[in-house]
């Protein structure tokens, strides 16, 4: 035996961030949890606690004023952070979901436009999806079309993750319709570019906290270098993004449902029925192996995922789908399950877990849901 042996092992560096965070998370985001998600309002506390220690987009690299960390540490915030409240966890993950297109993909100047503004804690959204383009987002209809030198965008984004809030906007846009998914473009676009529009707050089952919105472009003028890469690859950039991204998604669900799994134990340590701590009934102690043996599982996927994406490794597309949609699919499995162990106390608001189910549920949805993570990965197998 090697006990130096570090395969499978974080590394200390790794180990000490996940410990700031989760000291963070507790002190100064689990608080205000059950409060945000009650009243359906942005958790301003942990935005202003996360900027200011330099964790709501540690992805951004340190020439561009950021920390420079990896993919599996940019997972190891988002997973503390949902831990204790999955809406605040949007704040890191939307930021890497907005910026990465930009990293990927912009020029120089964009870069040191957007990404530093980024880094000194103002917020991105991304924004491909439209109310007749979801799974089937190539079919987009949001125009974007050259006017001298300038970019004029017109059209109706749904479902914008923390619109309203973000400073910037990645936005996908057709620019020849003659050519589908290479007749589409991605674009930089600031809150305060004319002909730029944020709609109403969804109500939402779950991440109450992080505003939806839809966002309205009407004859929206933008300057000709923000557009992200070259015309018409825009769409390949937004899927690239995903590759990157789906197991941060993944990394919010494995937060999720450790921190349902964290309550459900400490719960049966102390509730007695029948003269003894429930805990000590076989019965739930299977079930409590079972959801951390599930947890487990889906946080080995997630980091192998996000390792190899970080090493910039080909054909991410399987392991990227498949760390998200396993560790959504844990996530909601193990949160119903953390509200059995809580029996009647865990369908009431006085303990988190339902509201970790109710959160968990997304995971299974944006990003692509999990029955076009199942395509990704049979398209992968199939090839
Ligand atoms: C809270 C929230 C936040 C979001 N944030 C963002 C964001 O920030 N930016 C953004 O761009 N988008 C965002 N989305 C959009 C999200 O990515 C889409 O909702 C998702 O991709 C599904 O699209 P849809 O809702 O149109 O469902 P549809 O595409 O209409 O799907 C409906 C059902 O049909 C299934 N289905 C569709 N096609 C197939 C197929 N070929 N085979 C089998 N099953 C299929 C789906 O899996 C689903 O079960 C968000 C959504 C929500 C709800």
Same mark, same amino acid.
């Given at each position: ?14 180990? %000490? ?6 000291? !963070? ?46 993919? !599996?540490?940019?997972?190891?915030? =988002?997973?503390e952070v949902a831990r204790v ?136 003028? =933008? ?68 959801? %951390? ?7 080995? !996927? ?16 399987? =392991? ?39 959160? %968990? ?21 199939l090839k």
């Open positions: 035996m090697n006990a130096d042996f570090d395969t499978y092992r974080l590394s200390d560096e790794h180990e %000490a961030l996940r410990e700031a965070v989760r000291a !963070l998370a507790e002190k100064e985001i689990a608080p205000f949890a059950a409060e945000v998600d009650e009243q359906a309002r942005y958790p301003v506390e942990a935005r202003d606690a996360l900027v200011k220690a330099g964790f709501h987009a540690v992805h951004i690299p340190e020439e561009y004023g950021g920390e420079g960390a990896d993919e !599996l540490a940019a997972c190891i915030v =988002i997973e409240c999955a809406s605040s966890s949007l704040i890191p993950a939307v930021n890497g979901l907005g910026s990465i297109p930009i990293l990927l993909s912009g020029s120089e100047e964009l870069k040191q436009l957007v990404l530093s503004d980024i880094a000194r804690g103002a917020g991105i959204s991304y924004a491909l999806s439209e109310r007749e383009a979801g799974s089937d987002a190539a079919s987009m209809r949001t125009r974007a079309r050259r006017d001298g030198d300038d970019w004029i965008l017109d059209g109706t984004k749904c479902w914008i993750t923390n619109a309203g809030e973000s400073t910037w906007y990645t936005v996908m846009a057709v620019t020849d319709p003659e050519k589908r998914a290479n007749g589409i473009s991605a674009f930089a676009v600031h809150r305060d570019d004319p002909g730029f529009e944020v709609g109403p707050k969804e109500r939402k089952l779950g991440i109450a906290g992080s505003p939806t919105r839809e966002i309205y472009f009407q004859g929206c003028r =933008i300057p000709g270098d923000r557009i992200i890469g070259a015309e018409g690859t825009g769409f390949k950039t937004a899927l690239r993004t995903l590759d990157h991204t789906r197991p941060t998604i993944g990394a919010q669900a494995v937060g999720i449902a450790q921190g349902a799994l964290d309550v459900a134990i400490a719960y049966a340590k102390d509730r007695r029925q029948f003269g003894k701590a429930i805990a000590e009934f076989q019965g739930l102690q299977f079930m409590l192996a079972d959801m %951390a043996m599930k947890v487990e599982a889906a946080r080995q !996927l997630v980091y192998v995922a996000a390792s190899r994406a970080e090493r910039g490794e080909p054909n991410l597309g399987f =392991i990227s789908s498949a760390a998200k949609c396993m560790a959504s699919d844990v996530a909601m499995s193990v949160t119903t399950d953390a509200v059995q162990v809580l029996g009647g106390a865990g369908y009431t608001r006085d303990f988190p877990v339902e509201r970790m189910m109710r959160d %968990a549920k997304i995971t299974q949805i944006y990003e692509g849901t999990n029955q076009v993570q199942r395509m990704v990965m049979a398209r992968a197998l």
